[in-house]
Structures are given as structure tokens and as C-alpha cells.
């Protein structure tokens, strides 16, 4: 599959108008990296796709249209914008605890553990009953089967996935219920009276019309490490105003707080207090976007499920991001982008392409960015839906879901011998700005849009540095 045709399905599948195709222009081919996926495609495909969406809320508002071109080689040094981020041109940022990673298994199986939150370190090291460190849960792990494992780390809330080929994959109940949904969703809630909104115009623009695509578009960002992130963060770059939202107790890691930070705002609510639980919800009441990336129904506990929200703010966009799916029995399970490639056969394909002794990811956190590009295309289709036809909407994506479209694109044999891209070899594709954290070297967007160039108003910020509030 080519980049084109890949957004071609996007574009359809959200029911927008076909014509505005006429005005996106991919440049480039796979591999740009070394693997047999056709990331370079999934890249351009999705970044493509938001911009485009993008630029059709901006017509919406201002009747202008403009041009639109993404450069395969832009698109992924974007999808490896956390690996090139640089503070004060300092060294490349720590994103792995030591004992993520690969290991074998008594029978001879793989399976990945993803340990980079402390308490997730702690749960392993605790259920294996070892030395917490890489000789300890190495010797451990010999002592287990891999699907025995693999069951007992998901049942203890843990994250970790056994290594499968693609057909073992395609066997177990969870595939299939991924593979009854489509990539994503955009579906009206609410409707007959509560919870339904008449159409209502993107923004807030007071007189004027604003010259950004989502100028005056309130977003609420409930969401940790790259997809979600990725979401709001291309949001903002927009023009939307966006709130990320983080529980002061909630784990995060600080590279990606600063690379995903770009743009937004950030706030503290601990929504187990009912006071800061009654914020949230005040400030959902005046949001037009709420962005959300914890596991199905998790949200729903502290009354912000969709259809709550649908009721108290009718015409709001909900957002839903999760690793699995909402569907089947992995729907709650915990998993990441790297686990999700452990868990469907893309980390066995990369293996058995190349020949290597270990199971191999992508070059990139593709599943994740991917995703992430796919919620604000979907965040933004809904808008220009309910400017048209009024509703509430409910988006949902998932990297599993994701996953699976990317593995239909097909492979390239030897793909995987393609170079790998250094920082000096994108430098050009960088920018600067100051922040809190100091001189920030980091991916710049990688859509030209001749009317409306996104970026980045504000730098990144430690969490919890605004208040819980839209007046900035």
C-alpha cells in the first residue's frame, strides 16, 4: 500500500469530502528506515491526514484553502521525535528502564517486559520472586514457560507480551475482535434531546475570524507517554488551547513530557478527591475536545465516561485511546506500543526477516505516533461533523487496531538493511526553542501548509506549572 492510497482510506472512512484529497501531495518511498514494514507510508499517511483535516476546519472558518505537502523523511523523523530530542544539546534522553527488554524462556519461547513506571519494575521483580536486576529476572524467567508467564504477569496487572508470529496471533480471540473494527471510530452519542448540541462553529473567535485552523478550541489532554500526547500535541500545533491534565501521583517520563509538551498548558487533578474531580468537570463543561488515553471504563468510575459528558456538555468530542481495543478479552489488559508489536507478530517478522537471535521492533514508536495522528484526525473530523450536523462524538483508536492496518500494507523483503537515521543526518529537520527545562532541540512539524504553517506557541512546561483553568 502506498502513503496516497493509505490516506485515501482514512479520508473514507471518515465520510469527508473526497475532492479535498486534490490538495495533499506525499513525497517519498519506503524504507526510510531500516524495516520490512512500510512505516514511511503509515507516516506520511497519518501526519497527512490530520493536516488535511486541519486545513478543511480552516476553510470551514475562513472559506481559504490551501496546499498541503508531507515529506516521507519529515513524517519520520516526527514518528522519532522523542528519540531525537536534545536539552541544551546535551545526550540523546533516557527512555528504557535497564530491564525492559527481551528474554527467553524455559521452552525456549521470548517474551517482553516493559518496566519503565517504578511500580511496574517493582510488580515484576515481586511475581518472579528474584533479584531486581537483569541477572536476577534473566535467571527467573528460565524458570517459566512463555504463555504460563505471559498469562500470570497480564492477570497481576503487569505489562509484558509473549513474542507471537503472526498467525498465533491471528488465532486468539483478541485479534479477531480487533479485526471486526475498523482503524478507528467516530460515532454520534447522546442525540434525542439529552446530550445532543446543534451545530455549533469551530472556535471561540470573538469579531474576528482567527487565522489558526483550531484557534479558540479548548482541548482537555488526560493522557501519558506518546500516543495520546502525540494527539494533543498536534492539536495544538493547530492552534487549539490545549490543557494537558496529569494526576500528581501518576508516573511519567521526563523526556516525553518535554518533546509531547510542546504547546500545551499543563495542570494537576487527583481525581480520587472529589473537589478536583468537580475542577475536571467544570472544565469539561467549557471544552470542545476531552482527550483521554486510560484503559476502557476507567474513566467512567469518576463520572467522565462519554455519554456523562455528552449530557453535561452536549456538542463535546471525546476522545478515546487504548492499547488493545475496546473490545475482547484484552480490552482492560495493559500494554504499550512495543508490547503491542511483541503481542501481534510485527517484533517476530522484523526477527525473522533480518535473521537476528532476538525478536527485533520497529525503528520507531510507529504504532504509537501513528495512533496518535489518527485521534486529532478523528478529534478534528468530528468538529467539522458537529459544525454541519450538530451531536456529540465519540472517537476511538487504538494501537492494536492500528497495528493491524499496518501489517495489511504488505512487507518489503529487505527492507530492514536500509540505513539508520542519525540526529546530524535530520538537524535540518529540527527547531529550537527556550523553556523551563532549557534549550530544547526537537522534531518540527512535518506537514507544509501554505496558509496556515502549524506550530508550537508555547514551550514545554513542568507538569503541574498552570492552573487548572482556561484563562491562561
Not at 501513528?370 to 494501537?399: K, P, Q
Request: charged fraction near 20%; hydrophobic fraction near 45%; proline fraction near 6%.
Amino acid at each position: 500500500m502506498t502513503a496516497f492510497s493509505a490516506l485515501e482510506h482514512i479520508w473514507s472512512l471518515a465520510g469527508c469530502d473526497v475532492t479535498a484529497l486534490d490538495d495533499v501531495r506525499l513525497v517519498g518511498e519506503d524504507p526510510g528506515l531500516p524495516s520490512v514494514y512500510r512505516v514511511g507510508a503509515l507516516a506520511g499517511a497519518t501526519i497527512g491526514a490530520a493536516a488535511l483535516a486541519a486545513a478543511q476546519c480552516h476553510r470551514l472558518r475562513t472559506g481559504i484553502g490551501q496546499r498541503i505537502e508531507v515529506e516521507q523523511r519529515r513524517a519520520l523523523a516526527v514518528f522519532r521525535s522523542e528519540r531525537y530530542l536534545r536539552i541544551d544539546e546535551g545526550a540523546a534522553p533516557e527512555l528504557r528502564d535497564p530491564l525492559m527488554g527481551f528474554y527467553e524462556t524455559r521452552d525456549g519461547r521470548w517474551i517482553q517486559l516493559h518496566t519503565n513506571f517504578p511500580h511496574h519494575r517493582q510488580g515484576v521483580v515481586n511475581l518472579l520472586g528474584c533479584a531486581n536486576d537483569h541477572a536476577g529476572v534473566s535467571a527467573a524467567i528460565r524458570g517459566w514457560d512463555g504463555a504460563a508467564l505471559d498469562q500470570a504477569l497480564a492477570d497481576a496487572g503487569l505489562c509484558a507480551a509473549l513474542i507471537r508470529r503472526p498467525d498465533e496471533w491471528a488465532a486468539l480471540e483478541q485479534a479477531s475482535a480487533i479485526a471486526a473494527l475498523p482503524l478507528f471510530e467516530i460515532e454520534r452519542i447522546g442525540g434525542d434531546g439529552e446530550g445532543d448540541a446543534r451545530p455549533m462553529p469551530i472556535g471561540r473567535a470573538a469579531g474576528a475570524i482567527d487565522a489558526r485552523p483550531l484557534g479558540g478550541v479548548r482541548v482537555l489532554d488526560l493522557s501519558r507517554i506518546i500516543a495520546g500526547p502525540v494527539a494533543g500535541r498536534t492539536l495544538a500545533q493547530h492552534g487549539a488551547d490545549v490543557l494537558l491534565v496529569n494526576g500528581p501521583h501518576l508516573p511519567n517520563i521526563a523526556p516525553l513530557v518535554i518533546d509531547n509538551g510542546r504547546g500545551k498548558r499543563s495542570a494537576l487533578l487527583d481525581l480520587r478527591r472529589e473537589d478536583e474531580r468537580a475542577t475536571l468537570h467544570a472544565l469539561a463543561s467549557e471544552a470542545d475536545i476531552f482527550l483521554q488515553a486510560y484503559r476502557p471504563g476507567a474513566l467512567a468510575a469518576h463520572g467522565f465516561s462519554p455519554e456523562a459528558l455528552a449530557r453535561a456538555r452536549p456538542g463535546i468530542v471525546y476522545v478515546s485511546i487504548c492499547a488493545y481495543g475496546h473490545a475482547g478479552p484484552w480490552a482492560q489488559r495493559r500494554g504499550f506500543d512495543s508490547l503491542v508489536q511483541s503481542a501481534s507478530g510485527i517484533a517476530w517478522t522484523e526477527r525473522a526477516a533480518a535473521g537476528a537471535t532476538a525478536p527485533k521492533h520497529l525503528p520507531c514508536q510507529a504504532l504509537d505516533h501513528a495512533t496518535g495522528y489518527l485521534a486529532a484526525f478523528g478529534a478534528m473530523a468530528a468538529l467539522l461533523r458537529r459544525a454541519v450536523e450538530g451531536g456529540s462524538w465519540h472517537v476511538r483508536v487504538s494501537l492494536a487496531q492500528t497495528g493491524r492496518w499496518l501489517q495489511s500494507f504488505g512487507t518489503i523483503a529487505d527492507g530492514w538493511r536500509a540505513p539508520d537515521v542519525p540526529l546530524d543526518a535530520v538537524r535540518d529537520l529540527m527547531q529550537t526553542m527556550d523553556s523551563p527545562f532549557g534549550k530544547v532541540l526537537a522534531t518540527a512539524p512535518a506537514e507544509t501548509m501554505l496558509a496556515t504553517p502549524p506550530r508550537f506557541d508555547r514551550p514545554p512546561v513542568p507538569l503541574g506549572a498552570d492552573a487548572a483553568s482556561w484563562t491562561a
